[in-house]
């Protein structure tokens, strides 16, 4: 793949589509096919040339980087037995810690949230209860929560419906995500300082990718929309208008 020629055709600050990739394609006299292009553009954006900013909406890196984060091995063991015991369960996991990316207080003590399908907590629960009862908690309350809390807790709750997929593993938990549940997770909300809003929010659409329509999506299914305005316009600088919400 000839990327020089791909970028110099590439507008700078325009947003284009996948037939705008096609059409460059084919001009370099090039075979087009469906799987050619979702190769090159999957290509293109993994090695930072491009980013994706929405359904079929593509723009030039700009130095953004894609979110990632290494899970620890009790989440990463988690993950595989739910999905052992459980090859059709749909779930998410987050922990507290990854915010430590962004605030300036670091999070000491780490809790696991495991995000299940409505109706299949119980059933989490019990596979995990064998090697992690002392840890567990099912849709805690603020109070139970700190008072029955210790290192590497683990709390099974709901997970909301069309909850975006991870981009690595379909349990893995995207940014956008995370930017909405800190604001609208009773849980999340009690474990984090205001104050580290404005690090979390402006480090996040300063440095990674975010993908605006998805972020909008997952923040209205939530009816978090407006909350989510109101957040970003008071404890940062952003216009909540350029990032699309």
């Known amino acids: 793949m000839d990327v020089e020629v791909y970028l110099n055709r590439i507008p700078e600050a325009e947003v284009f589509d996948r037939s705008y990739i096609n059409g460059i394609i084919e001009e370099s006299g090039k075979t087009t096919s469906a799987n050619i292009l979702n190769h090159t553009i999957e290509k293109l954006i993994k090695e930072g040339f491009i980013i994706r900013i929405g359904r079929n909406k593509y723009k030039k890196a700009d130095g953004k980087k894609c ?3 290494d899970y620890s091995e009790l989440s990463m063991k988690i993950a595989e037995c739910l999905a052992k015991e459980h090859p059709y369960m749909d779930f998410r996991i987050f922990e507290i810690i990854q915010l430590n990316k962004f605030i300036n207080h670091q999070i000491a003590h780490n809790t696991v949230f495991v995000s299940v399908e409505d109706g299949l ?3 989490a629960f019990s596979t995990l209860r064998a090697k992690y009862s002392g840890n567990l908690m099912v849709n805690p309350n603020i109070d139970d929560f700190y008072r029955y809390r210790i290192e590497d807790m683990i709390v099974i709750n709901k997970l909301p419906t069309e909850s975006l997929k991870g981009k690595t593993c ?11 549940d800190i604001v609208t997770d009773k849980l999340m909300i009690s474990m984090i300082s205001e104050s580290e809003y404005a690090n979390i929010y402006e480090d996040a659409f300063g440095k990674y990718v975010i993908e605006y329509s998805a972020l909008k999506r997952y923040a209205n299914r939530r009816g978090a929309l407006e909350k989510l305005r109101n957040v970003i316009k008071e404890y940062t600088d952003i216009k909540p208008e350029d990032i699309g919400v």
Do not use: A
């Not at 379909?170 to 909405?180: A, P």
């Open 67 to 69: 979110y990632t984060y």
């Open 121 to 123: 907590e119980e059933y």
């Open 170 to 180: 379909f349990w893995n938990t995207r940014l956008e995500k995370i930017l909405v």
